[in-house]
């Protein structure tokens, strides 16, 4: 199973970036997807995640900025990450998870600048 991000980089503060994460090894329209992020010095956390059927759930941190989806087709999964805030600066991975099996991507840095 390889889960691999893309789209990390640098970007001021109000701007906006997509991640990515292509999946292989899954049936992937059967996994719930998710995007999760750690800060220097802090948890895990969840931002966003999408179910097999397309129901979304958005941090309350990142609610009206980033938005989550799915391509089954493409076995890949999106984050639209819109108003950077410097808050945001993390390692963003990806996740596939279904039932007892739980699947991580190797992370992508989203640096934030002031």
């Known amino acids: 199973v390889q889960l691999v991000e893309s789209g990390g980089g640098l970007v001021q503060a109000g701007g906006s970036r997509r991640l990515s994460c292509e999946a292989s090894?899954?049936?992937?329209?059967?996994?719930?997807m998710g995007w999760y992020r750690q800060a220097p010095g802090k948890q895990r956390e969840l931002v966003a995640l999408i179910t097999s059927g397309g129901i979304t759930n958005h941090a309350d941190s990142v609610k009206g900025r980033f938005t989550v989806t799915r391509d089954n087709a493409k076995n890949t999964v999106h984050l639209q990450m819109n108003s950077l805030k410097p808050e945001d600066t993390a390692v963003y991975y990806c996740n596939a998870a279904r039932g007892g099996q739980m699947y991580w991507g190797q992370g992508t840095q989203v640096t934030v600048s002031d």
């Open positions: 090894g899954i049936i992937f329209r059967f996994y719930v």
